[in-house]
């Protein structure tokens, strides 16, 4: 149950308590930084207390052109992010939960240099927040 007195129906009381004591392991980059941060405030992560699960994620980010202008270079940028996830219980290393995700967003390509870093890290945070 939660603070304000719902109780989600599919909810399993064992998981959901369990989901803010998760030691969340990202490759240390951007990416991994913002999702990391993404994943503890999504899962509500009690930083005070021990963790009783570990995440360990393998990142694989890719920056890919689409579309082309007249003068042959990118209209748009795709920023794609495979992620390796596992969930492991720490107190007996049993793996609970293994999987993969892919994730991309689509960005606008900037002409002026300023605008195109702004633009490529409006991405990087937007598809760290889509796969956590």
């Known amino acids: 149950m939660r603070g304000d007195g719902f109780t989600p129906l599919y909810a399993d009381k064992g998981v959901v308590s ?3 004591h998760v ?4 490759p240390q980059t951007r990416m991994g930084y913002l999702l990391r941060e993404s994943l503890q ?6 930083r005070g207390e021990p963790a009783e699960y570990r995440l360990v994620l393998d990142l694989n980010e ?5 579309g082309l202008r007249p003068d042959a270079t990118a209209d748009r940028y795709e920023t794609r992010l495979k ?4 969930l492991t219980r720490i107190a007996t290393g049993e793996v ?13 390509a900037a002409s002026q240099p300023y605008a ?9 945070v937007r598809v760290a927040w889509e796969a956590s």
């Open 18 to 20: 369990g989901l803010s």
């Open 23 to 26: 030691q969340v392991e990202a």
């Open 41 to 46: 405030d999504d899962l509500a992560i009690k």
């Open 62 to 66: 890719m920056r890919l052109p689409r």
């Open 83 to 86: 992620l390796n996830y596992t």
């Open 96 to 108: 609970v939960l293994k999987r993969s995700t892919t994730v991309s967003v689509i960005s606008d």
């Open 116 to 124: 195109g870093v702004a633009s490529q890290q409006d991405a990087e």
